[in-house]
Nanobody, 124 residues
Framework: QVQLVESGGGLVQAGGSLRLSCAAS????????MAWFRQAPGKEREFVVA????????YYADSVKGRFTISRDNAKNTMYLQMNSLKPEDTAVYYC?????????????????WGQGTQVTVSS
C-alpha cells in the first residue's frame, strides 16, 4: 500500500505563486507514474500534470503549460508542483495520485493511490 500526503495549499492572490508537495510512503517501489489532479466545486476531477518516476518525463495539461512546473526528489520520495501566475480559475482541491504502470493516463480512474487533497484558493 502507498500513502500520499499533499501539503502547501492555501490562499493566494491572482498572479501569485504556491508550491505543493506530495510525500509518498509505504510500498512505493512499484510506483511508475505520479500526477496532480484538481477538482473545483461542482466540476469533474481533471488532470493537471504527470511525471514518470523512472525517466522524469513530464506531461502537462494545456491549461497550465508555462505556469506550472512538476518536479521530483527521488531521495525524499516526494514530488512538487510549482504554480506561478495563478488565476482564480485555478481554485480547486489539488490531489496527488500515483500509478503502478508507466502508461500515461489523464483519467482519474486509472490511478491506484490518492492523497487527501489540499485546497488552493486564488482570489481575484
Amino acid at each position: 500500500q502507498v500513502q500520499l500526503v499533499e501539503s502547501g495549499g492555501g490562499l493566494v492572490q491572482a498572479g501569485g505563486s504556491l508550491r505543493l508537495s506530495c510525500a509518498a510512503s509505504g510500498r512505493t517501489a512499484s510506483t511508475r507514474l505520479m500526477a496532480w489532479f484538481r477538482q473545483a466545486p461542482g466540476k469533474e476531477r481533471e488532470f493537471v500534470v504527470a511525471i514518470s518516476w523512472t525517466t522524469s518525463r513530464t506531461y502537462y495539461a494545456d491549461s497550465v503549460k508555462g505556469r506550472f512546473t512538476i518536479s521530483r526528489d527521488n531521495a525524499k520520495n516526494t514530488m512538487y508542483l510549482q504554480m506561478n501566475s495563478l488565476k482564480p480559475e485555478d481554485t480547486a482541491v489539488y490531489y496527488c495520485a500515483s500509478r503502478n504502470d508507466a502508461t500515461v493516463y489523464r483519467l482519474p480512474s486509472m490511478f491506484d493511490y490518492w492523497g487527501q487533497g489540499t485546497q488552493v484558493t486564488v482570489s481575484s
